[in-house]
């Protein structure tokens, strides 16, 4: 199984500003897949991040507010721009192996805006 | 579409009692269905990966089955200890090989 690094674990930031998570994998993948979870909510997937190309992003999520880099097959990190205290989740960063059925998660990004 | 509910949303057990979660699925075109689990504001622990040839599969106190014609999947623990409160999650990975998220069933075991 994958093993993912996910920083930081958690933060604290001001309305305005920008947090860059950061997601590191033990092995190297195709894709890597950005999550969000609302407090009291499932999981919602933000975009899908290929290396050498650029991110797709799902319905409702657009580059500007959440731009992601794909430098390479072990690395990616999504930026939630302009923060607002609606963006207050959980972020996570996920890989699937195993042919791509199997799904594997870093530890979560626990962000709070004020 | 798919659409992946479970019930309950929360549920509190005794210690050493056997339990069952649910999830249901909308699509019986599913690939697989994995179970998590997941602590409080802290990412997810992968439990069960199902695949739809498969009926069930096993890991220590868990069981998960997979009934694809009735649009089921079920996690039974045995002997619920305090460690396994947490929030567990199913997700189906269906057409586009996208995965599905249910909403989670909390789960509280008493001491």
């Known amino acids: 199984s994958a093993v993912i690094s996910q920083k930081p674990s958690r933060d604290i930031c001001q309305r305005g500003t920008s947090l860059t998570i950061q997601c590191q994998v033990d092995?190297?993948?195709?894709?890597m897949f950005w999550y969000r979870q609302q407090p009291g909510q499932s999981l919602t997937l933000i975009a899908t991040?290929?290396?050498?190309?650029?991110?797709?992003?799902e319905s409702g999520f657009v580059i500007d507010k959440f731009p992601i880099s794909r430098p390479n097959l072990t690395f990616s990190t999504l930026t939630v721009s302009n923060m607002s205290p609606e963006d207050s989740s959980i972020y996570l960063c996920?890989?699937?192996?195993?042919?791509?059925?199997?799904?594997?998660f870093g530890q979560g990004t626990r962000l709070t805006v004020v | 579409k798919q659409e992946v509910t479970q019930i309950p949303a929360a549920l509190s057990v005794p210690e050493g009692e056997n339990l069952v979660l649910n999830c249901s699925f909308t699509?019986?075109?599913?690939?697989?269905l994995q179970w998590f689990r997941q602590d409080p504001g802290k990412g997810l622990t992968s439990l069960l990966l199902i695949q739809s040839s498969q009926r069930e599969q096993t890991s220590g106190r868990l069981n998960a089955s997979l009934d694809k014609s009735s649009g089921r999947s079920t996690l039974y623990i045995a002997a619920s200890q305090p460690g396994d409160s947490a929030t567990y999650l199913c997700a189906g990975r269906g057409a586009g090989n996208m995965l599905t998220f249910g909403g989670g069933t909390r789960l509280m075991v008493k001491p």
């Open positions: 996920s890989v699937e192996q195993g042919g791509g059925t199997e799904a594997f």
């Open positions: 991040a290929n290396q050498g190309s650029e991110a797709t992003y």
């Open positions: 699509d019986s075109a599913i690939y697989n």
């Open positions: 092995s190297q993948v195709t894709m």
